[in-house]
């Protein structure tokens, strides 16, 4: 049995903090903070390169999910604009999102979790759910405006 494996045996509320921090320290980071120099330009050209250390990495994957879910919120909001007059299908449409957004959260944590101890975990879950906000946002785009263009 190897020395970590011994310390999760004894310690195994360690591991736990441990892992809960890193979720809390990814979260306050942000481009005023992280990349304080650079522009969103220059920002997305790091970030797209995949430059860096692991927390450099997640910050990006960070910031592709946050690009992701800004353009549902539009694209929501305009969805809530088209059905105002239609109260049977805004009601339908703000409970599906209230559910999806609930599965979204859940798939985020079941992709953090498959990875175990990884350092890659922050990755998979702001990657999972960028995906997954991606594939909502490009659903209420096709069927409620039929605009199945990316």
Known sequence: MGNISILMVIFPFLFFIAEASIMVDL???SSNEYFSDMNDTEIDKY????HGGRLEQDFCAKRDFEKSDQ???KTYKRLINSCKNDKKLLSKAKKSQQA???Y????GDEAYTIIGNGT???QYYFAAKEMLTNEREEFIR???FDDWTR
């Open 120 to 122: 890659m975990k922050n």
């Open 104 to 107: 979204r959260e859940l798939a």
């Open 142 to 144: 096709g069927y409620y």
């Open 47 to 50: 970030c797209n390169a995949h």
């Open 27 to 29: 979260s306050k980071i």
């Open 100 to 102: 999806w957004l609930k």
């Open 71 to 73: 353009k549902l919120n």
